[in-house]
């Protein structure tokens, strides 16, 4: 059976990773790419309430893509909405970089 917590940390990676990797200059393809694989993630993903929640979240709150930065502050307010929601500590996400471009030990 899926893990929910294994499914979440590994998902995050990815996502905090993609965010932190996105082009300083994207073009029109890059934003639509990301945008369309969270769209379809939200649709996908396999923990059917958080999907859910993950959909209202992605209308509430679309994505910003104009560079790197903004996507990956995005994605690290993102993470924190759902932090929230589970009763667990906010990130301080002026370290998003170091976390997820340098990258450190949890
Ligand atoms: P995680 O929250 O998985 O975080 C992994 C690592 O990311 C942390 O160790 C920390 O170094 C870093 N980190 C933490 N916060 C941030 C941040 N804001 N920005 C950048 N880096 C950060 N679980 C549920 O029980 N219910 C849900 O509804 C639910 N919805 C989810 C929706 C999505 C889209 C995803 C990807 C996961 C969801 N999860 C949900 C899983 C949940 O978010 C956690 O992944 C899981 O509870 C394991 O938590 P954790 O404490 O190990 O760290």
Redesign the pocket.
């Known amino acids: 059976p899926v893990d929910?917590?294994t499914l979440?940390?590994s998902?995050?990676n990815l996502?905090?990773t993609m965010a932190a990797y996105f082009p300083d200059k994207p073009k029109k393809e890059d934003q639509k790419s990301a945008e369309d694989f969270l769209v379809g993630l939200s649709k996908t993903?396999p923990?059917p309430?958080?999907a859910e929640?993950?959909r209202e979240d992605l209308k509430k709150n679309p994505p910003v893509l104009k560079n790197r930065e903004d996507f990956s502050k995005w994605?690290?307010e993102m993470?924190?909405r759902?932090?929230e929601?589970?009763g667990?500590d906010?990130?301080d996400?002026s370290r998003?970089m170091e976390?997820?471009y340098e990258g450190w030990k949890?």
């Open positions: 929910k917590d979440g940390r998902t995050w996502l905090h993903y923990c309430h958080c929640d993950f994605m690290c993470h924190n759902v932090n929601k589970l667990k906010k990130f996400c998003v976390r997820w949890d």
